[in-house]
């Protein structure tokens, strides 16, 4: 019997997406689609030649399921199919851990019952606040025995510990099992952590969780792989609800969405996947590529064999592959190929963004048209590429810049008015905290302008000068009650100047109505106030910048969730602890560093802006662009070869094709090898001008760098040196 069902294969910008939208769109548009004949035979009635009722706006189910590897082109692909079809079909746009997520919640009174537990709407814990209630839950077991047979510190630990939960959920494995897959994939190794104690602090925390109806990315996938899909139940609601199901980049989709898919075929559904052979992005990070592909075997193929459109992969790939596969190869690379080569990396930083300045004040391309793709980046080459590009009048969009949100100097000010107004929290200011906080909450937001930069120009009316004076008379420093004395207290406060003084005084002001209002318990929690403070001194009607608008909303995001967590806790467990207990672990929490500015993104209105990419390679595969011009930064970094994101912590032994079998170092330099191979072919595939290696001979730390893509730097024919890089 010749499956409904597609498989498509191709490599990078071969059409994958595209032949899956035009699929979908013969399904609803053909008379005799696969999709009408199964919802005549189910519902009895005779074909009509039109598009079947199920596939109408007007019906609530059943529906169609599209899934994406991540939440960027989840949004893109769900806009394609509602555009293709003009938006008349019920389509469901998720990833596939979203899925889960929405499915646990949605089925939570189903998991009430079979599992006995507690009736109470379930909370998702952040990967933060999970960190944090593990460490506090395990300390008493995590002693300094423990911490230095595994080698790393109690945090590094800790988060080791939960993603083998996670990993095991992705793979389909029930937490119980953990502990037989490690104790079979560490053999011998005794250097580790003995399985059974890790399996048994994974299960304290999972039944934890489930005590307070707490849920993380790990459970909500064991919940769903092993309780949710095999209830009948609930099987009968999935397969009612969807009978159509669109998969794009399965290659990085864990091993529990197969078994999804699976299920909704068996019952009758129609699918078509999209697999890229040379991506798997997130292999190691939780995908298991192989074992999707398996899928294949109850599809019709397709085969994308052309390569991309205005790539540059038909030329290069398999000669940069064989360079790198086999450096005594005598090869040349073509012209299409630049080296930028230099001694030190800070001339190489500065020498990058000349060429890119120079090329596009030249007009030989366009700031959108550029793309720095690097094995990492660190705040250095971030802020020197940035900072030069801009002065050349030339914006740069950082992908997903997850900077942490206590290194925004409004984040740190608006933390500081908590500790200024909340009693108990003075040890956590100090006078320069105070100077800055003044500074920012002095700020007045320039006009527009027709210059770059002008977005980020403002204008204090306490200048950092002055607002140190003034933390220096008017501060008091108290453990309890920390203070701000009014600006006459300092001798010579008429050095202030008439501007300053009248800011400080308002801050004052606003200040002190906030305690006398904390007093009374007029402000409902912490949050209100960070609100309050937003609304007088930072919104003040102007349009913020959208790097701090992302750090303001996160940093509202993260206060809500965290207090929603407490909430919870001691709804659960009540705890003698006072309000500002929870306020101080907040504070140290952000100080830490482990929340990013990553909130929610805003969608930019009209076209795409025109910014020069820096991205990693992580970042930049994940997110699926192209390019004319590609800056490879650091080409002569061994970080290449890991594909710029780290491996978790046994994820080799969580690969359904090898459950459990030891990882050893030749497992180790394979993969390495092959990772290396599907980025030179992904990012060939994402170029179609010119692909600059940028290299120089010794690394930050100092030392000589010899990574994997030195061939194609030395067999490069055109070599921009410090020279003659103008």
Request: charged share 20%.
């Amino acid at each position: 019997m010749v499956s409904h069902s597609v498989w498509i294969v191709g490599t990078s910008r071969s059409g994958k997406t595209a032949r899956l939208v035009e699929q979908f769109c013969n399904w609803v548009k053909s008379e005799n689609s696969y999709i009408e004949s199964f919802y005549t035979k189910k519902s009895g009635r005779k074909k009509t030649g039109r598009i079947p009722e199920f596939l109408d706006i007007k019906q609530t189910e059943p529906g169609v399921l599209v899934l994406a590897a991540n939440d960027d082109n989840r949004r893109e692909l769900g806009d394609i199919i509602v555009t293709s079809t003009l938006g008349k079909y019920p389509v469901r746009a998720k990833t596939p851990l979203g899925f889960f997520q929405d499915e646990v919640v949605l089925f939570w009174p189903l998991l009430i019952n079979s599992l006995n537990l507690k009736a109470q709407f379930p909370v998702r814990l952040r990967p933060e606040t999970e960190q944090e209630l593990a460490t506090k839950l395990w300390r008493p077991q995590l002693d300094e025995e423990i911490l230095r047979l595994a080698g790393v510190n109690e945090s590094r630990l800790v988060r080791r510990i939960l993603d083998l939960l996670q990993l095991a959920a992705y793979s389909g494995i029930p937490c119980e099992d953990i502990a037989r897959i490690l104790a079979k994939g560490f053999g011998e190794n005794t250097t580790t952590l003995e399985p059974e104690f890790l399996a048994s602090l994974l299960l304290d925390w999972r039944n934890w969780c489930l005590e307070r109806g707490l849920l993380t990315y790990g459970i909500i996938t064991e919940l769903y792989s092993q309780h949710l899909l095999s209830d009948r139940h609930y099987q009968q609601h999935l397969t009612k609800r969807y009978q159509a199901i669109l998969a794009d980049d399965v290659d990085d989709y864990p091993s529990v969405a197969r078994l999804l898919f699976e299920l909704l075929l068996d019952r009758g559904a129609v699918g078509a996947f999209s697999y890229n052979p040379d991506g798997a992005v997130r292999l190691g990070l939780g995908a298991d590529p192989n074992y999707l592909e398996g899928l294949a075997e109850r599809c019709r193929v397709e085969i994308l064999n052309g390569p991309p459109p205005e790539s540059l992969s038909e030329q290069l790939t398999e000669q940069m592959v064989e360079l790198v596969t086999s450096p005594m190869v005598l090869l040349s690379l073509p012209k299409t190929v630049h080296s930028i080569q230099t001694t030190s990396r800070a001339q190489l930083l500065r020498q990058t963004a000349e060429v890119i300045a120079n090329a596009i004040q030249s007009q030989q391309v366009q700031p959108e048209q550029v793309a720095i793709i690097a094995p990492g980046l660190d705040a250095i080459a971030r802020y020197t590429l940035v900072e030069i590009l801009v002065k050349q009048n030339i914006l740069v969009e950082s992908l997903n810049d997850q900077r942490p949100l206590i290194s925004s100097p409004v984040i740190r000010a608006l933390l500081t008015i908590l500790a200024l107004v909340y009693p108990g929290l003075g040890r956590l200011v100090d006078r320069d905290a105070v100077a800055e906080m003044l500074v920012v909450l002095s700020r007045k937001q320039q006009p527009p302008e027709n210059s770059i930069d002008a977005i980020n120009r403002v204008s204090t009316d306490i200048d950092p000068v002055r607002a140190g004076l003034i933390a220096d008379y008017c501060f008091v420093p108290h453990p309890d009650r920390p203070n701000l004395l009014p600006v006459s207290a300092f001798e010579r406060w008429d050095r202030i100047g008439y501007a300053a003084t009248t800011a400080y005084s308002e801050i004052l002001q606003w200040l002190e109505q906030q305690r006398s209002q904390q007093e009374l318990r007029l402000i409902p929690s912490p949050i209100s106030l960070l609100d309050r403070a937003i609304q007088r001194f930072l919104w003040n009607g102007s349009n913020l910048p959208y790097e701090q608008l992302a750090a303001l909303r996160e940093l509202l995001e993260t206060a809500q969730h965290y207090w929603e967590i407490d909430t919870r806790l001691r709804q659960i467990t009540p705890v003698e602890t006072t309000p500002q207990t929870t306020i101080i672990e907040f504070i140290q929490l952000l100080r830490r560093g482990t929340i990013t500015a990553n909130a929610y993104p805003v969608r930019p209105i009209g076209g795409a802006r025109k910014a020069v990419t820096l991205a990693t390679i992580f970042q930049y595969r994940s997110s699926r662009r192209s390019h004319q011009w590609h800056f490879w930064l650091d080409a002569g970094s061994p970080l290449w070869a890991k594909g710029g994101a780290a491996t978790l912590f046994g994820a080799p032994f969580f690969l359904r094709n090898r459950l459990g079998e030891p990882w050893t170092a030749e497992d180790e330099k394979l993969a390495e090898e092959q990772r290396l191979q599907r980025i030179l072919t992904d990012l060939v595939s994402r170029v179609s001008g010119r692909i600059y290696l940028c290299h120089s001979d010794l690394a930050v730390n100092g030392q000589e760098q010899l990574g994997p893509l030195l061939p194609l730097v030395n067999a490069c024919v055109t070599v921009i040196s410090e020279a003659n890089v103008n």
